[in-house]
């Protein structure tokens, strides 16, 4: 607790745990996948890998509290994010949609759906195809910092851009 | 509703073996009016009943009527007469100078047949006369409930008011680390004994309601990868995706006639709103087209109307309470107080309606009549939600995370009798379900 406590006040921190997570996940699903070799390290990840997705291109935005508003912070990730899935066009995507603890159940599921949506409408207003991203809300039902404070809630309400495998 | 209903309930009864047989009614001088301001806990006397699994249902009568608020059960030390036939009269005055108001006296004994015979009278000690005196039989799996039962009439007998101790709850069950919890639908009594699990945990589930004939919840799950609303029938388990909608459905309850679904259905543009979705016909209505977050419906007691809330009234989260008319009509905003609202529920009186509400960096839970006057504040906290209503509308059971994960908790109308309901692991979601009977 006291570790996890410790990492969750470092948003870099935090965010590359999240990373090597995901890319965990992704490397397992795609081991034949020519481009993914695996963890060597974020600076090293192949381009055009998920982990050189998630690394190097940054994988979630965040928003402020009670809104689905694209942040212009995030408006420059999503921005790579676009540039970078037009042209790997392998993927599918699934952007969840999530929210911190400090609303209740069903507005924010309902919250969650919205950041997705503003997520999705942002990146096809990019040139990304409408018909590779799928949404997903979560509301706050799987928050990354588990902290009863500011510092984990802002981290909380996020859309992470999720790439479902290759979609070929 | 309730004619309706009547003839089902009586084979329901019959079907858990709990019958009635005796009733021998008289006129009551005990009263406790439970709508004055301030009560005071009625001091009642309950000695052991006799026979073996006599003192076993005796504590569970006590228990209910503790934690109703509504009792000060006496401590039995202080008895002077000890009960040896609980048919007889007692010594009124021996019951007197301990200032019991009420006694209640019973046995349980069991029949040749194996079903359990449990009877009780009910005595008014400064009216020197019975009360009340029943008696039941019930299956050897039914204890709990004929103590429940009998709770519920002396309930009914003094305050004039259905009891809700016969009652069961579904919530969720939730354990594991915070940022990967499990989460499995549980139903349990509504004291928190004999749980029983409803799914595996292996999705996750949210917001299950009761249906008004007990036999069935709706809920949302992740089983199929996108949440949506199911049915599950309790007993059987078996389970059916409510409506084929494209998107995300979620926040579910039954009509008050259980022939609807009113729940939230995600629009393409991240935007939800109201659908009711009947059962039998599988035609939906759609109850409101807003560019906005229309959620948590539930209906009046008589169907004829729906709250939900929305923050249709701009300023970003601005969740607000609204009412309109069962086909859509007429939506009007109710609450106009200094917060966001969310999870309004209609009582099943009719008279008021219990949200959740975020003000001053606080979770309360509060209830105001229809039209969003009286609001008042019932219990606060860092983080707390979800009221549902016991189905006499006079108690609120809600969660609180208190750091570490939720609990139940549930909460009178006069917002001091505040009581936590056991569970073994952390618990979200309660929602109440209608009188057994």
Same mark, same amino acid.
Do not use: E, F, I, T
């Given at each position: 607790m006291g570790r996890i406590a410790a990492l969750t006040r470092n948003p870099a921190m935090i965010a590359l745990v999240a990373a090597l997570a995901i890319t965990g996940c992704a490397s397992k699903k795609n081991l034949n996948s020519p481009g993914d070799l695996g963890l060597n390290g974020a600076g090293a990840a192949t381009p055009g890998s998920a982990q050189d997705f998630t690394v190097n291109i940054g994988d979630r935005i965040f928003f402020d509290t009670d809104s689905a508003s694209i942040r212009a912070d995030a408006q420059t990730t999503l921005a790579r994010q676009a540039q970078w899935l037009n042209q790997y066009r392998q993927y599918a995507i699934v952007i969840e949609g999530h929210a911190d603890e400090r609303g209740t159940r069903e507005y924010n599921l309902a919250l969650g759906a919205r950041r997705a949506a503003a997520t999705r409408d942002f990146l096809v207003s990019k040139g990304v195809s409408g018909s590779r991203l799928k949404t997903i809300s979560y509301g706050k039902e799987r928050p990354v910092a588990v902290c009863d404070d500011i510092s984990c809630w802002s981290q909380n309400r996020r859309a992470v851009t999720t790439l479902s495998g290759a979609g070929s | 509703m309730k004619s309706i209903l009547k003839p089902l309930l009586m084979v329901a009864a019959m079907a858990v073996g709990i019958i009635s047989v005796a009733t021998l009614p008289a006129r009551a001088t005990l009263e406790l =009016?439970? =709508?004055?301001?301030n009560v005071e806990p009625m001091p009642i006397a309950i000695p052991d009943f006799q026979g073996g699994l006599g003192p076993q249902i005796s504590e569970i009568v006590t228990a209910d009527l503790k934690r109703s608020g509504l009792f000060a059960p006496i401590d039995k030390a202080a008895f002077v007469e000890k009960i040896t036939n609980p048919d007889a009269a007692p010594r009124y005055e021996d019951w007197k100078v301990i200032n019991a108001q009420a006694l209640v006296t019973g046995s349980v004994s069991k029949e040749a047949d194996g079903r359990i015979r449990a009877q009780y009278r009910l005595w008014d000690i400064f009216g020197n006369q019975q009360l009340a005196g029943e008696q039941f039989f019930a299956n050897d799996a039914n204890q709990r409930r004929v103590a429940h039962i009998i709770a519920d009439a002396i309930y009914e007998k003094i305050t004039g008011e259905k009891g809700y101790f016969d009652t069961r709850v579904v919530f969720v069950d939730e354990s594991g680390p915070k940022n990967a919890r499990k989460k499995r639908l549980a139903i349990m009594d509504q004291d928190g004994a004999n749980v029983r699990y409803l799914s595996d945990g292996r999705a996750i589930v949210l917001t299950p309601r009761f249906s008004p004939n007990r036999q069935e919840i709706t809920y949302m799950s992740y089983e199929s990868g996108q949440p949506k609303v199911y049915l599950l029938q309790i007993e059987t388990g078996q389970r059916e995706l409510v409506g084929n909608f494209p998107g995300m459905t979620f926040a579910p309850r039954f009509s008050p006639d259980g022939q609807k679904v009113i729940m939230s259905l995600l629009r393409d543009d991240g935007n939800s709103n109201i659908f009711a979705m009947d059962?039998?016909?599988r035609s939906t209505t759609r109850l409101t087209d807003s560019t906005a977050i229309d959620t948590s419906p539930s209906y009046s007691p008589d169907g004829s109307q729906v709250v939900f809330t929305s923050d249709r009234g701009g300023g970003s989260g601005r969740s607000q309470i609204y009412v309109m008319g069962a086909d859509g009509s007429n939506p009007h905003r109710i609450s106009f107080g200094d917060g966001v609202y969310s999870t309004p529920v209609w009582s099943p009186r009719g008279d008021l309606i219990a949200f959740t509400k975020q003000s001053g960096g606080e979770f309360q839970i509060g209830v105001m009549k229809t039209d969003g006057s009286g609001e008042r504040i019932l219990s606060s906290g860092f983080q707390q939600e979800g009221p549902t209503w016991a189905p006499n509308g006079r108690v609120l059971m809600f969660f609180r995370d208190s750091g570490g994960g939720p609990k139940l908790v549930s909460v009178d109308l006069t917002g001091r009798n505040e009581q936590p309901i056991p569970t073994a692991n952390y618990a979200s979601d309660p929602a109440w379900s209608p009188l057994l009977e």
């Open positions: - | =009016n439970v =709508n004055k301001g059962l039998r016909s």
